[in-house]
T-cell receptor, first 112, second 113 residues
């Protein structure tokens, strides 16, 4: 089944404890992206990637890192999480920039 | 500055009413997509419009792409509670070092029985 998977789905952590949210797609998509969604603010893009080893900042990259070593995986890294990074995070992928975006199920992160 | 402006931001209507939501830009887009997102889930694509003036229908939903490809609208006829959700428009933008898909902030629709 074609899908985007994210793990974990739910995470409660404490300030400063490094964490990684994994994202994987099995559709051989070139374009992948991370978003955070907060009430009233819509989907805000964190980072995106057009292909392996090619990443670029979105609207809100501060406090986040990404890597794209393989086409299928696009992990999101929070080196030192802070409470203002408490949010619902979505990973998405598509064949290309204008293609249908397939979203993962979301990761709800709480930073205490 | 938001490249894609959606209006209204919120809409609460009764079952059976008609409604239209808008997605506007000062930039030309090669295509625009519409997504619906239900609470706690990821957005799901409804339709992509690619030709200026194009009209696409999906059951009770009618999507239109403006002639100049700068705007789009979504019209729902006889809304149902199942239409409740966040409606997002998105389009490919090539202004940066690499292309990117940008989203509007969405219209949150609530249809009451």
């Amino acid at each position: 089944e074609a899908q985007v998977t994210q793990n974990p789905r739910y995470l409660i952590t404490v300030t400063g404890k490094k964490l990684t949210v994994t994202c994987s797609q099995n559709m051989n998509h070139e374009y992948m992206s991370w978003y955070r969604q907060d009430p009233g603010l819509g989907l805000r893009q964190i980072y995106y990637s057009m292909n392996v080893e090619v990443t670029d900042k979105g609207d809100v990259p501060e406090g986040y890192k990404v890597s794209r070593k393989e086409k299928r995986n696009f992990p999101l890294i929070l080196e030192s999480p802070s409470p203002n990074q408490t949010s619902l995070y979505f990973c998405a992928s598509s064949l290309g920039v204008g293609g249908t975006q397939y979203f993962g199920p979301g990761t709800r992160l709480t930073v205490l | 500055t938001q490249l894609l402006e959606q209006s209204p931001q919120f809409l609460s209507i009764q079952e059976g009413e008609n409604l239209t939501v808008y997605c506007n830009s000062s930039s030309v887009f090669s295509s625009l997509q519409w997504y619906r997102q239900e609470p706690g889930e990821g957005p799901v694509l409804l339709v992509t419009v690619v030709t200026g003036g194009e009209v696409k229908k999906l059951k009770r939903l009618t999507f239109q792409f403006g002639d100049a490809r700068k705007d789009s609208s979504l019209h729902i006829t006889a809304a149902q509670p199942g239409d409740t959700g966040l409606y997002l428009c998105a389009g490919p933008y090539y202004g940066g070092s690499q292309g990117n898909l940008i989203f509007g902030k969405g219209t949150k629709l609530s249809v009451k029985p």
